[in-house]
């Protein structure tokens, strides 16, 4: 017995739906406080760097509180750092993603339907923006926004916390918009020369209206596509300068930091392996699955651009 596609893909927004419900609710419970702190950040030094429950345990004799990850330095469940690490590491890829393609969209838009010098001078300033590193540009700017609030008393800690996170957001939201321009100058440059676009100047339809009902609807599908590709690049480089110590920061918790965390603890006489491993296994089992995502939906928007 066959089943049919449209049950194959009910099936699959339903399990989509319940991973997604669970994740919340383990979320949730990672931050919930039930008066000696927030799950993630509850310290137990007695409890420290205890390996996963499930591991074989060397020392049976004193009994030891269940963490399915295992804990760090200072008796944090690593499970619940690595759930709220997760959210905020994801949440700062979503954001940049989201400033990457805006900028990207109105650039690349703006380029293709002026054309002439105007299209020239805009995508050179691509170019050249192309042939800076943009990790250094990032860094440099985290950094500048890192000096400003260390030298700002009046400024509490969440407050700082928070001006640090969108920073890091920004940063690499503006360095991220480059291949999204130029992928949506090309499509503008190719719609604009179509009869239909052709009729509604000669109509008179106002340029505004021309975008937002004729030119956008038709660039939707690119710019979904270039969205999903652009997340997990973002992700990748806040894990990276949280890893160098540059992004997120603690208390927070972020796959980058807490990797860097673990890496620390690897060592020929007590290797700590369950600091490094879960993180570096969230990062990676993210990045493949929001990039075969976006892959996947590139062949469904656009199949001439699969060879």
Known sequence: MQVSSTANKTILISILCLTLIFFVAIFFWAISDNGGGRTFERTNVSAALIPPTWWPQTDTQEEKPFAFFGTDQLGRDLFARCIVGGAISICVGLFAACIAVFVGTAWGTIAGIRGG????????????????????LVVLITVAANSFVSRSDSMSTSLQEMVNVVALLFAIGIVSWLTVSRVIRGQVRSLIARPAFEACRVVGVGPMRTFTHHLLPALLGTIVVYATLTVPTAILSEAFLSFLGIGIREPLPSWGNLAADGLGQLNPVHSRWWLLLWPSLCIASTLVAMNWFGQTLRKRVDPRSVR
Do not use: A, K, N
């Open 117 to 136: 010098r105007i299209d020239t001078v805009m995508m050179r300033m691509v170019d050249i923006l192309y042939g800076l590193p943009s990790i250094m």
